[in-house]
T-cell receptor, first 111, second 111 residues
């Protein structure tokens, strides 16, 4: 298996622009997670899905952030409008039972 | 108090040394425990699960003490390639079905 796939790997955008991050989980995994990691705050859970249904989005910072999972093999995290404080590495992870695997992350820079 | 606490380090050790990390968790209802490893600018990767009876994987030994609510990771004969951040991870408890990550302990192995 190719593991969790994320795109793009790097994104540089200007403040106010819309950013869409994409994730393809490992086939057969029924839970998908979006995390954000910064030096200051460490690894933060933003939202997670179970069987394509959002279960807990309490970590989503504000209304500018939204996530969807239209099917078992694809999820998006959208930021609109983006702000410089959104600059971070965004990881997608998928899980079956107890073992959770992370994608390589998207490094987002908002100028 | 954070749910999962770790000494951030860094731990600077010479090659061949034995080094141990501890981690404490606050919720006694936590069910599963893991150590993840994260290299610089990479995603966290599952290193090993931690079982009540303790478990070993080559040079790595993980222990769980439920009574005192701490988890340990011992690395014997450390290699340069062991340099990374080690994340203590707890499943269950307050986080329900989600994983709760500690802030990580940075290890630097020197020649």
């Amino acid at each position: 298996d190719a593991g969790v796939i994320q795109s793009p790997r790097h994104e540089v955008t200007e403040m106010g622009q819309e950013v869409t991050l994409r994730c393809k989980p490992i086939s057969g995994h029924n839970s998908l997670f979006w995390y954000r990691q910064t030096m200051m705050r460490g690894l933060e859970l933003l939202i997670y899905f179970n069987n394509n249904v959002p279960i807990d989005d309490s970590g989503m910072p504000e209304d500018r952030f939204s996530a969807k999972m239209p099917n078992a093999s694809f999820s998006t995290l959208k930021i609109q409008p983006s702000e410089p404080r959104d600059s971070a590495v965004y990881f997608c992870a998928s899980r079956l039972l107890n073992e959770q695997y992370f994608g390589p992350g998207t490094r987002l820079t908002v100028t | 108090r954070k749910e999962v606490e770790q000494d951030p380090g860094p731990f600077n050790v010479p090659e061949g040394a034995t080094v141990a990390f501890n981690c404490t968790y606050s919720n006694s209802a936590s069910q599963s425990f893991f150590w993840y490893r994260q290299d610089c600018r990479k995603e966290p990767k599952l290193l090993m699960s931690v079982y009540s009876s303790g478990n070993e994987d080559g040079r790595f030994t993980a222990q769980l003490n439920r009574a005192s609510q701490y988890i340990s990771l011992l690395i014997r004969d450390s290699k340069l390639s062991d340099s990374a951040t080690y994340l203590c991870v707890v499943h269950g408890g307050n986080a329900g079905n989600m994983l709760t990550f500690g802030g990580g302990t940075r290890l630097m192995v020197k020649p």
